[in-house]
């Protein structure tokens, strides 16, 4: 089973591949994610290069069932964020997966 990577050791890979403090490494990521945060909440899509599409998509009402009383009920409508990974992380990702490569070099 493959691990997951934390926002943790992101900051710590930035700490030692850009040579900066915790602080400045912590305050990187949180700049980057408070930016993602507030145009997804907008409901504009964000879209980086080389990495993917963060999409915001609208699912209309819809009729559902508590799996737990078997009632029918009626879902709100509601907005859910997905990820389409670009082409080129997708061609990556095949190749690591093919050669057993790890994720964090």
Same mark, same amino acid.
């Given at each position: 089973?493959?691990? &997951?990577? &934390?926002?943790? /050791? $992101?900051?710590?890979?930035?700490?030692?591949?850009?040579?900066?403090? @915790?602080?400045?490494? %912590? /305050?990187?990521?949180?700049? +980057? @994610?408070? $930016?993602?945060?507030?145009?997804?909440?907008?409901?504009?899509? %964000?879209?980086?290069?080389?990495?993917?599409?963060?999409? %915001?998509?609208? #699912?209309?009402? !819809? !009729?559902? !069932?508590?799996? =737990? =009383?078997? #009632?029918?009920?009626? +879902?709100?409508?509601?907005?859910? %964020? =997905?990820?389409?990974?670009?082409?080129? @992380?997708?061609?990556? $990702?095949?190749?690591?997966?093919?050669?057993? /490569?790890?994720?964090?070099?």
């Amino acid at each position: 089973m493959p691990n &997951t990577l &934390t926002k943790a /050791e $992101i900051i710590e890979a930035i700490r030692k591949e850009n040579g900066y403090s @915790l602080k400045q490494s %912590v /305050e990187v990521i949180e700049i +980057l @994610l408070k $930016i993602i945060k507030q145009i997804l909440e907008s409901g504009e899509d %964000v879209m980086i290069s080389g990495f993917g599409k963060f999409q %915001v998509k609208y #699912k209309r009402e !819809r !009729r559902g !069932r508590n799996p =737990t =009383t078997n #009632k029918d009920l009626i +879902l709100p409508p509601r907005r859910m %964020v =997905t990820f389409k990974c670009s082409g080129k @992380l997708r061609d990556r $990702i095949k190749i690591c997966d093919v050669h057993n /490569e790890s994720y964090i070099k």
